[in-house]
């Protein structure tokens, strides 16, 4: 089968950025794919940085320390950008404009000011794919429950929790950095750098909150800061979010819940879903276990466990009996957003990265979160506007 190869740029070249050479390296493990990113030019700040890439990655051909340089590039047909929340505007915007198709990072914009700005700019280019990274849904445990629920085999829906924790942070020595101050990281705190994980498939799904109490916490109050001294953490380490949502004509509650100090937990991520007819429950936590309940009126009430098969998106080299993990999610997310570009909306399957769109939608809940912990009152969320 021939394969388009669509040429990208990285800007941002840290952890993230490294994954996505990973995936690109990894590409040979998919199967009957029409299409295959390859990596040609680079752009950090930090030569370091710049030079793993050079140095592991045989594609690059080009590296920069200016991030327009990059976008002048002719050969280069899409970026993937990994930088702090507060260069998001400036940069996706000019990515944009620019006609490279786009993988951003969460959550789009230091706050909805900047958001709107890079919505705008999305709108007014509708030929450039933008899409935002978000990989837990491609476990093969929470697409089961995507299909589910686009089967429509929970009935009414009871109610609803999702999060993403991570326990990191609980070390009051480790040193600050960017997500732990406002001007970089934004005021969400946590919201921001966790909380498009934990609503992009809530949102994907129509379960848009009508109203939100948060509760918002920082635990640890000072970190090192480097030079032998202590610096203020200024964001939100926890957020707790109870909200309404109305959906199919029923009413239920939906708990979000992103937490940077959740002692146990290296990296989880997970989805429960109760309702009337079928609840499920999945998390990253036991990757390979997926648990349901089925019910009839009248009938037993009984949680069936199993194990979830390595069935993905995109089929892969590797047999079902084997375990899915972290980097085979982010080679999945890679492939949908290299299947979009390549075959629109004939895409090869259906499930689609994150949008623009579901990540403004974030933003108006944070927003609203924020509202919320400062009055310490339920806020109501207006999606008409």
């Not at 429950?145 to 009414?156: A, H, L, P, Q, T």
Request: aromatic fraction near 12%; charged fraction near 20%.
């Amino acid at each position: 089968m021939s394969k388009q190869i669509i040429r990208f740029g990285v800007i941002g070249c840290g952890l993230m950025g490294k994954e996505f050479a990973s995936a690109a390296a990894r590409w040979c493990h998919l199967t009957s794919v029409n299409f295959e990113p390859r990596i040609i030019a680079v752009c950090d700040a930090n030569q370091a940085a710049i030079d793993w890439f050079t140095a592991c990655v045989p594609s690059v051909k080009r590296s920069y320390r200016d991030y327009k340089e990059l976008l002048a590039d002719e050969e280069v047909d899409a970026v993937y950008c990994a930088v702090p929340h507060n260069l998001h505007e400036r940069i996706y915007i000019d990515i944009i404009q620019a006609g490279k198709h786009l993988l951003g990072e969460k959550p789009f914009g230091i706050d909805k000011k900047a958001n709107d700005e890079i919505m705008a700019a999305f709108a007014a280019n509708p030929e450039v794919v933008v899409r935002s990274s978000s990989e837990f849904p491609f476990f093969p445990g929470a697409m089961q429950i995507s299909k589910w629920v686009g089967e429509g085999r929970f009935g009414d829906i009871i109610e609803v929790e999702a999060g993403f924790w991570h326990s990191s942070d609980l070390n009051p020595t480790k040193p600050i950095n960017w997500k732990r101050i406002v001007a970089t990281n934004g005021e969400y705190g946590c919201m921001g750098d966790l909380g498009l994980h934990v609503l992009h498939l809530p949102l994907r799904f129509g379960w848009k909150p009508n109203s939100v109490r948060a509760l918002l916490s920082k635990v640890v109050d000072q970190r090192p800061d480097g030079k032998g001294g202590y610096a203020s953490c200024e964001t939100w380490d926890n957020a707790i979010l109870a909200c309404d949502v109305k959906a199919q004509g029923r009413e239920f509650p939906m708990i979000l819940s992103m937490k940077r100090v959740a002692p146990g937990h290296a990296n989880t991520w997970f989805l429960r879903v109760a309702g009337t007819k079928m609840s499920m429950e999945y998390s990253t936590k036991q990757p390979k276990q997926i648990s349901y309940l089925p019910y009839e009126p009248g009938g037993s009430q009984a949680w069936h466990i199993e194990d979830a098969a390595y069935v993905s998106a995109y089929p892969t080299i590797t047999g079902s009996i084997f375990e899915f993990g972290f980097s085979d999610s982010i080679l999945q997310m890679w492939a949908a957003f290299c299947d979009e570009i390549t075959n629109g909306s004939q895409m090869l399957q259906p499930f689609y990265c994150a949008t623009p769109e579901e990540a403004a939608d974030s933003h108006r809940l944070f927003t609203a979160a924020l509202a919320s912990h400062a009055e310490g009152e339920t806020i109501k969320l207006n999606w008409e506007g």
